[in-house]
């Protein structure tokens, strides 16, 4: 059984940062790419950040400059470190994998940019 968790959610003041963490379990993650995704009240779920099995990244032009995406395959984790934070980056932040024949998501972690 296949399952990811996102941590590292929280309250966090405009200009402050929160590290993300996406531990996945069930399947070996180092062949796939991974990504993070956020959805806003309201809005649609959006890609934020994606990190190629190789490790090379790519960025929503929203968080660019911002937030950097890495992954440490011997922990089967993918991180989203969050920098210089606004209020429009609130929302539920998922990870997600897709191999083959699959997609798996987390259940999200909140994040909250308010003063």
């Known amino acids: 059984q296949v399952q990811l968790v996102e941590s590292g959610g929280g309250l966090v003041q405009p200009g402050g940062s929160l590290r993300l963490s996406c531990e996945v379990s069930g399947m070996i993650i180092s062949s796939y790419a991974m990504y993070w995704y956020r959805q806003a009240p309201g809005k649609l779920r959006v890609l934020v950040a994606g990190?190629?099995?190789?490790?090379?990244?790519i960025y929503a032009d929203s968080v660019k400059g911002r937030f950097t995406i890495s992954r440490d395959n011997a922990k089967n984790t993918v991180y989203l470190q969050m920098n210089s934070l606004k209020p429009e980056d609130t929302a539920v932040y998922y990870c997600?994998?897709?191999?083959?024949?699959?997609?798996?998501w987390g259940q999200g972690t909140q994040v909250t940019v308010s003063s």
């Open positions: 990190i190629s099995s190789s490790g090379k990244p």
């Open positions: 997600r994998c897709i191999p083959p024949e699959y997609d798996y």
